[in-house]
C-alpha cells in the first residue's frame, strides 16, 4: 500500500536528483508496506536504516551539486538539510531504543518531511542548476 505517490509535481528537472527522490518515496512506500504487513520490527528496522542512509548520501550529494555551482542558497539549504537529517536520525534512535512505533502518524509525517522539502525548497534550485548546464 502506497502512501506518498509519485507524481511530476516532484521533478526539479535534474536527472540524478529525480531518480534519488524518487527511490527515497520508494523507501517510505516499503518502510509503510512492512508496517502493514507486519512482518515485525525487523523489517521495518532495515528499511528505516536504509531510508536514514540513503537520506543522508541523497543530501550529500545534492549539497555537493549545489556547492560546486555557486548556489546562492546553499548554506540555507544545507541547514534545511541538518534539520531533517535530524529528525529521521531521532527517530531512529527512538525506534531502535523502544520508545517509538512506526504508526501511521510516523508515516504521514515521513510523507510530509520528504514532499514539503521538495516542492518549497529543492525546486527553487531546478532552474538555477539547469541555466548551469546541469540537467
Ligand atoms: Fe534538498
Ligand atoms: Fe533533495
Redesign the pocket.
Known amino acids: 500500500m502506497e502512501i506518498f505517490t509519485w507524481d511530476d509535481k516532484y521533478l ?1 528537472n535534474v536527472k540524478e ?1 529525480d531518480t ?2 524518487k527511490k ?1 518515496v520508494d523507501l517510505i512506500n516499503r518502510l509503510n508496506e512492512a508496517m502493514y504487513e507486519g512482518q515485525g520490527c525487523e523489517m521495518v528496522e532495515v528499511v528505516l536504516k536504509e531510508l536514514v542512509e540513503y537520506t543522508m548520501t ?2 550529500a550529494f ?1 549539497e555537493n551539486l549545489l556547492e560546486t555551482n555557486g548556489y546562492p542558497d546553499f548554506k540555507s539549504h544545507k541547514e534545511k538539510h541538518d534539520d531533517l537529517t535530524k529528525q529521521v536520525v531521532d527517530l531512529k534512535a527512538q525506534f531502535d531504543g523502544g520508545r517509538v512505533m512506526i504508526t501511521l502518524q510516523v508515516m504521514k509525517f515521513l510523507k510530509e518531511w520528504l514532499s514539503t ?2 516542492l518549497d525548497i ?1 525546486k527553487k534550485y531546478g532552474k538555477f542548476l539547469n541555466d548551469k548546464g546541469v540537467v
Open positions: 526539479v536528483v534519488q527522490h527515497l541523497h543530501f545534492e522539502h521538495i529543492d
